[in-house]
């Protein structure tokens, strides 16, 4: 009776460890975060995007696009946040989110409205692509 107690007692502790399959995936629940993307005009501007968002039951409940931003050359000004979006991504599961900002750099040193831009789609299981970025002019 002993060797039965211990041999359940084993054999517990090692399916303990295993993980049961059934036909239904786990529910991706959590929050995420891109890392930042970082598009810059060197020695006069830089301009930071990070995209964070949480998922319930496999679903994206929510997305924030967060934007900094930094003036190196004093002849520039950051014109803000022109366009952004946040809309379903084309395989249905995941949320597309688009930023396009502007500085305005008169003169010689660039254009005078130039636009960094970003689009990002997030998935609910944590993963993203980075579908585009781009400085316009």
């Given at each position: 009776m002993r060797r039965t107690g211990a041999l359940t007692a084993i054999t517990a502790g090692?399916?303990?460890?295993?993980?049961?399959?059934?036909?239904?995936?786990?529910?991706?629940?959590?929050?995420?975060?891109?890392?930042?993307?970082?598009?810059?005009n060197e020695g006069v501007w830089t301009y930071r995007?990070?995209?964070?968002?949480?998922?319930?039951d496999g679903k994206v409940t929510s997305v924030e696009v967060k934007v900094t931003h930094q003036v190196l050359?004093?002849?520039?000004t950051w014109a803000g946040r022109v366009?952004?979006?946040?809309?379903?991504?084309?395989?249905?599961?995941?949320?597309?989110a688009f930023d396009l900002s502007e500085f305005s750099?008169?003169?010689?040193?660039g254009a005078k409205g130039v636009n960094p831009w970003v689009i990002v789609t997030v998935q609910p299981d944590g993963?993203?692509?980075?579908?585009?970025?781009g400085i316009h002019p």
């Open positions: 090692v399916l303990a460890g295993v993980p049961f399959i059934t036909g239904a995936a786990a529910p991706d629940n959590g929050c995420w975060a891109t890392e930042p993307i970082e598009l810059a995007n990070q995209v964070t968002w949480c998922a319930t050359n004093p002849a520039c366009e952004e979006s946040v809309t379903p991504a084309k395989d249905g599961t995941g949320r597309t750099c008169p003169g010689a040193i993963s993203y692509t980075i579908d585009a970025t």
